[in-house]
């Protein structure tokens, strides 16, 4: 195992907590001389904060670990390419690495739609990998939203059911109302 399929492993298991939570599995840790520093997991729906990524979630643990807003030397992994917002993140925390498990074709900012994080018209550029255990990255995805999809379905079905029932006349058991 390469020491990007290690952290990318580790990324893994913060994106698996993020689906526990019924949230768009995406996970991030960063690492700082062998040690990871921050971690993190997209939390959106669960703070209610447009700001929970899992990226910007492992910037702020890793810049009170470091004491400083600026990560030189430090590498992130992520198992989906960044958004916009979290790009710049990357940028603006001085971000030396990033290492991207699977691409993100609808919205990602690091080399899908936009490259922000190697723009050479910034004050910085972030070396990226991109590739990094990407079937694994990519598997909890799908998975995710497959079942996200029937979930959808299923409760979609229960109301059509429920208020058919409703409409008839009966009872929560299905029997005739009175």
Same mark, same amino acid.
């Given at each position: =195992? %390469?020491?990007?399929? !290690?952290?990318?492993?580790?990324?893994? /298991?913060?994106? !698996?907590?993020?689906?526990?939570?019924?949230?768009?599995?995406?996970?991030?840790?960063?690492?700082?001389?062998? /040690?990871?520093?921050?971690?993190?997991?997209? *939390?959106?729906? %669960?703070?209610?904060?447009?700001?929970?990524?899992?990226?910007?979630?492992?910037?702020? /643990?890793?810049?009170?670990?470091? !004491?400083?807003?600026? +990560? &030189? &030397?430090? %590498?992130?992994?992520?198992? @989906?390419?960044?958004?916009? =917002?979290?790009?710049?993140?990357?940028?603006?925390?001085?971000?030396?690495?990033?290492?991207?498990?699977? =691409?993100?074709? /609808?919205?990602?900012?690091? $080399?899908?739609? +936009?490259?922000?994080? &190697?723009?050479?018209?910034?004050?910085?550029?972030?070396?990226?990998?991109? $590739?990094? @255990?990407?079937?694994?990255?990519?598997?909890? @995805?799908?998975?995710?939203?497959?079942?996200?999809?029937?979930?959808?379905? =299923?409760?979609?079905?229960?109301? *059509?059911?429920?208020?058919?029932?409703?409409?008839? $006349?009966?009872?929560?058991?299905?029997?005739? !109302?009175?």
């Amino acid at each position: =195992m %390469t020491r990007d399929e !290690k952290y990318m492993s580790e990324a893994i /298991k913060q994106a !698996k907590k993020a689906y526990a939570l019924g949230e768009v599995p995406i996970g991030c840790v960063i690492v700082y001389q062998d /040690k990871i520093i921050g971690r993190g997991y997209n *939390r959106r729906n %669960t703070d209610r904060n447009t700001l929970a990524h899992a990226e910007i979630t492992a910037i702020n /643990k890793a810049s009170r670990v470091m !004491k400083d807003w600026r +990560l &030189e &030397e430090c %590498t992130l992994y992520v198992t @989906l390419e960044p958004c916009q =917002m979290c790009a710049g993140a990357i940028v603006q925390a001085r971000i030396t690495e990033t290492v991207i498990g699977a =691409m993100n074709p /609808k919205a990602g900012c690091g $080399g899908s739609i +936009l490259n922000i994080l &190697e723009m050479q018209e910034f004050n910085h550029q972030v070396i990226v990998r991109r $590739g990094v @255990l990407e079937e694994a990255c990519t598997d909890i @995805l799908k998975n995710f939203f497959k079942e996200l999809r029937e979930r959808n379905r =299923m409760e979609k079905l229960l109301r *059509r059911e429920s208020e058919a029932g409703e409409s008839e $006349g009966l009872t929560d058991t299905g029997e005739r !109302k009175a």
